[in-house]
């Protein structure tokens, strides 16, 4: 009687057990992505709390790698400017009136292409810039970088004795030559963290560094991105009464993401911040 049993039925039957087969493997695969979910979140929720205790190792793994320290803490950009953020490591304050010590010294690696040396903890963040900005379509020129402070002694007393050889005496001759050479140990350039930048193109027709530069569209690249990558404007205009040093629309200095964007939104120097 059962091979009686109508087609029908049977495909029935057959149809509902299938779709209950279907509905069973549908259910597993569920059940297998909420368990892999659940493995994933447990592993990053891991990550951030342990990375947050660890501020020696460095991300390679991240696109946007900036040392660690820096990476784990960043809140959005538009907290930081609310909230001041805490100095760093980066931040260190570098002038006329806070020269560094004569036997400073700094790790420092070629930025690729360039024979331009930098601090090797920043080194990549600059590199970032740069190919981003040319990626952008502003390709830049790195012009100064790194310079030790013997360099820098070089440059200097050449200029005393440039004013020496014209009639100045010393103490004169000393404070003429610092009018256009920073004096050993005060130029943010011995930090290793600094950077002369310019566009290729202006730099070809330009001689020197000038204010110019500020009427590029390079420039305006470098002023609206540059936070993104730790780096602030260090000589703004306006701001030479307290920088003591005129308007640099070229120095860029790396202080970190945090509080790059902490000074450059709320439109400060670093010794504003500093005194802040
Ligand atoms: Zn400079």
Not at 40 to 60: F, I, Q
Not at 64 to 71: E, G, I
Not at 213 to 235: M, P, Q, S, V
Not at 241 to 251: D, N, R, V
Request: contains cysteine; hydrophobic residues 35%.
């Amino acid at each position: 009687m059962a091979n009686k049993e109508n087609p029908n039925t049977y495909k029935k039957k057959a149809n509902a057990k299938r779709r209950k087969k279907r509905l069973f493997y549908k259910r597993l695969r569920l059940l297998a992505v909420i368990a892999v979910l659940a493995v994933v979140l447990t592993l990053a929720v891991k990550a951030v709390v342990g990375k947050k205790d660890d501020s020696s190792s460095s991300s390679s793994y991240s696109s946007a790698s900036v040392p660690s320290s820096q990476n784990s803490t960043a809140p959005s950009s538009s907290a930081a400017v609310d909230n001041k953020p805490d100095k760093g490591e980066f931040a260190t304050l570098v002038n006329v009136h806070h020269p560094l010590e004569d036997d400073f010294d700094v790790t420092t690696r070629e930025i690729k292409g360039t024979g331009k040396l930098f601090d090797v903890r920043a080194a990549d963040r600059l590199e970032k810039m740069l190919d981003d900005a040319a990626r952008a379509g502003y390709p830049m020129y790195l012009v100064s970088t790194y310079r030790t402070i013997e360099y820098q002694k070089g440059l200097y007393n050449n200029k005393v004795n440039e004013y020496l050889n014209m009639g100045y005496d010393q103490r004169t001759a000393e404070s003429e030559a610092a009018k256009w050479v920073a004096i050993p140990g005060t130029s943010e350039h011995n930090l290793g963290l600094a950077a002369d930048i310019v566009s290729s193109t202006w730099y070809n027709s330009n001689s020197d560094l000038t204010q110019d530069f500020e009427e590029t569209e390079h420039f305006k690249w470098l002023y609206e991105n540059c936070a993104d990558y730790g780096f602030i404007l260090r000589f703004p205009k306006g701001k030479e009464s307290i920088t003591e040093i005129a308007y640099e629309p070229w120095h860029y200095r790396y202080v970190g993401q945090e509080v790059a964007h902490y000074i450059m939104e709320n439109e400060i120097t670093l010794e504003e911040f500093w005194e802040e």
